[in-house]
């Protein structure tokens, strides 16, 4: 493969950005996608004409303007036809992707469960299963991710949306079979559809089947508040609750357990960081907002014009699709000096991770608890850590990025005093 900088042409560089088998190293790309063209046009975008922003401003200004939207037909890129029926039916029911009205109601209900007040107090139950993940871990070499990226989310919304510990396995297949289709739909094989449908199907008969339980039986805890409204004010129905709840599930524990596992990669490549880290205990919080700077797991998000608008001396027209690569805005040197350094000490990063505007992620504050939370508890517990080699295997496609695996070494893990 060409180097980044021997292409000459917006159109050959996103050839490579949304190729099945795109770089994990996808940075470089991206640095000389916004060379060539920070908002650019592209006439048929897997069937429809689309602008796509790598540019830090560009990015922020659309996600931010109030003519952008995002928008059922943002999902078009998506669909495979009739055989990712059951996918798409569930995806336009996401809260993401309602109309402006139906997604402030929705997000409404079950917004108070996310507050940075509300989260806070699940900081305890996350350093406990930090702690309790560790001291599972075998000594010698383990897969990180595996063992203890993925499973720390998971257990905490879980236990938030009052799921029963004993049904958490039925949500990992799923869960892995619905984010992999979650995939622009032409990159997708027939295996990859037909575990997607599979997964959706799962969760609308488990999730209707809980509803119904929580209706008999309602208790202290996030289904049971979106059954009775207790936080907005308006009951949703079954199939709101359906879909707010896979939502939920999806990005409460996938995009946190990707952040876990290529945050630590990161740390343990660059030493001096990872070193800073277990002196400076203190500089968690801001380190957490650097690393998903530097590495996020969302790449990409979308927006449809409701109106026109000017964006970088540009005309985007009403009903105008926007793809935003988060990525590329985050590694922007004119909005981060010297982009491509991990600096756990740099202040004033101006990126937004989480999104911005209304459609703001609605679990940031608990993720960057967790994060934070993972974090500690590596640097504390096993100072000696190292990768077990320098090469990744990336998971995930254009939207979402992660590792497959993270396999790592500790031969001295610090016990933990139950």
């Known amino acids: 493969m060409r180097s980044a900088e021997q292409l000459d042409t917006p159109e050959a560089v996103l050839a490579v950005i949304f190729a099945p088998n795109r770089p994990g190293d996808i940075y470089p790309w991206y640095h000389r996608l916004r060379a060539l063209a920070p908002l650019h046009h592209v006439a048929g975008f897997h069937g429809q004409p689309a602008w796509i922003a790598s540019s830090w401003s560009a990015v922020h200004r659309i996600a931010r303007d109030p003519r952008m939207r995002s928008d059922p037909k943002t999902l078009d890129i998506y669909s495979v036809g009739e055989a990712g029926r059951g996918f798409d039916a569930m995806m336009r029911r996401l809260m993401l992707f309602l109309p402006r009205t139906d997604h402030d109601r929705v997000r409404a209900t079950v917004s108070a469960s996310f507050t940075p007040r509300a989260v806070e107090t699940h900081r305890r139950l996350a350093r406990q299963v930090v702690d309790r993940l560790i001291d599972d871990l075998a000594e010698g070499h383990f897969d ?7 499973p720390l989310p998971v257990f905490i919304i879980c236990r938030m949306m009052g799921i029963p510990h004993e049904d958490v396995p039925l949500f990992i297949g799923w869960a892995h079979d619905f984010a992999a289709r979650g995939d622009i739909g032409p990159r997708l094989g027939a295996e990859a559809i037909r575990a997607g449908e599979a997964a959706t199907a799962g969760f609308q008969d488990y999730f209707a089947r809980l ?24 009951a949703l129905t079954d199939d709101e ?135 500690l508890g590596l640097t504390r517990r096993m100072p000696d850590l190292a990768l077990c080699g320098e090469d990744a295997v990336y998971a995930g496609g254009v939207t979402l990025r992660g590792l497959a695996a993270l396999p790592v070494r500790s031969d001295r893990p610090h016990r933990h005093a139950a």
């Open 241 to 375: 609750i359906v879909a707010a709840a896979v939502l939920l599930l999806q990005a409460g524990h996938s995009t946190t357990a990707d952040l876990i596992g290529m945050g630590t990669r990161h740390l343990l490549l660059h030493p001096d960081q990872w070193r800073l880290l277990i002196e400076r205990p203190d500089i968690v919080a801001g380190a957490v907002m650097e690393l998903l700077r530097y590495d996020s797991s969302v790449q990409m998000s979308h927006r449809v014009a409701v109106e026109d608008f000017e964006v970088e001396g540009r005309t985007i027209r009403k009903d105008d699709l926007c793809l935003l690569l988060n990525g590329a805005a985050n590694r922007d040197p004119a909005a981060v000096p010297d982009p491509d350094r991990l600096d756990l000490l740099r202040t004033g990063i101006n990126t937004a991770p989480f999104g911005g505007g209304p459609y703001m992620c609605l679990g940031q504050y608990l993720a960057r608890v967790e994060l934070q939370e993972a974090f």
């Open 211 to 234: 509803i119904a339980r929580r209706r008999r039986d309602p208790g202290d805890d996030l289904m049971s508040a979106m059954i009775a409204g207790r936080a907005g004010g308006v």
């Open 144 to 150: 990180l991710v595996r063992d203890f990226a993925y």
